[in-house]
């Protein structure tokens, strides 16, 4: 249960409170954002069974992978898609972080 709420909190709560302090004029826009950085899990279509919840998505689906990773970090030198990488990358870190508390 404590690994459900820390994964989904950390989906979740993380980016509402992020996009408030750092993005207060436009924190709707960032949360959404945020949200929609969710989609990289359709990747877990592409495997059978679609979820295994003994199974690390970090190096294992292809949106998870080293070679989107790096993707995802290189978003973060441009101005216009940094928020998608941060949201990206933040998707990762919780990810992993799942991944450690298996």
């Avoid at 993005?23 to 295994?52: C, E, R, S, T």
Wanted: neutral net charge.
């Amino acid at each position: 249960m404590l690994r459900f709420i820390v994964h989904y909190g950390s989906h979740l709560i993380f980016p509402l409170i992020f996009a408030l302090i750092f993005y207060p004029k436009q924190w709707k826009n960032v949360y959404l954002i945020f949200l929609g950085a969710m989609l990289i899990d359709l990747d877990h279509l592409l495997v059978n069974p679609i979820f295994d919840p003994g199974r690390c998505s970090i190096g294992f689906h292809l949106l998870h992978s080293a070679y989107a990773i790096i993707g995802y970090c290189f978003m973060l030198f441009f101005s216009s898609i940094r928020v998608f990488g941060i949201a990206l990358l933040w998707h990762i870190i919780t990810d992993l972080i799942d991944c450690w508390m298996m």
